[in-house]
């Protein structure tokens, strides 16, 4: 019997960030794909916006959470540095005073990022990525 070799815990993140993207991408898009930049309103096609981080993808426990990455324009994402001021005032405009605290907590937890831990983050956000796609 052939053995099926692994994927590297590194492709596993890379597919996740994939997949994680496209769903911050798309779940607040209208039936014709079109999505507003979270920080300044800018109204674009999914395809052409970002995954954007109100805290730096470096710390694992807010890299895919859904409240910390919402759609940004490439201006806002690139251009100005994820724009945390507005970031911030869209955070609390929409979450409540406390977000901001609750997301700093929450970068500072335990995390365990194995191999369970990838490959059924990805499993959960393909299943809501083809539901969110066969909404159109």
């Known amino acids: 019997m052939k053995r099926t070799k692994s994927k590297s815990l590194s492709k ?7 997949i994680f993207s496209r769903f911050i991408r798309i779940r607040k898009a209208d039936k014709g794909g079109m999505t507003r ?4 309103g800018k109204k674009a096609h999914w395809k052409e916006m970002h995954c954007g981080h109100y805290i730096s993808r470096v710390h694992s426990p807010t890299r895919w959470n859904e409240i910390n ?11 100005k540095q994820g724009a945390a001021d507005e970031f911030a005032i869209a ?6 005073d406390e977000i901001l605290n609750d997301l700093n907590r929450i970068k500072h937890g335990e ?7 990838y490959e059924e983050s990805i ?13 159109r």
């Open 12 to 18: 596993l993140k890379k597919e996740l960030d994939a």
């Open 37 to 40: 930049c979270y920080t300044c």
């Open 69 to 79: 990455c919402q759609v940004q324009c490439p201006g806002c994402n690139l251009f």
């Open 91 to 96: 955070l609390i405009k929409e979450y409540g």
């Open 111 to 117: 995390f365990k990022l194995d191999r369970e831990f």
């Open 123 to 135: 499993a959960s956000y393909k299943e809501k990525v083809h539901a969110l796609e066969n909404k």
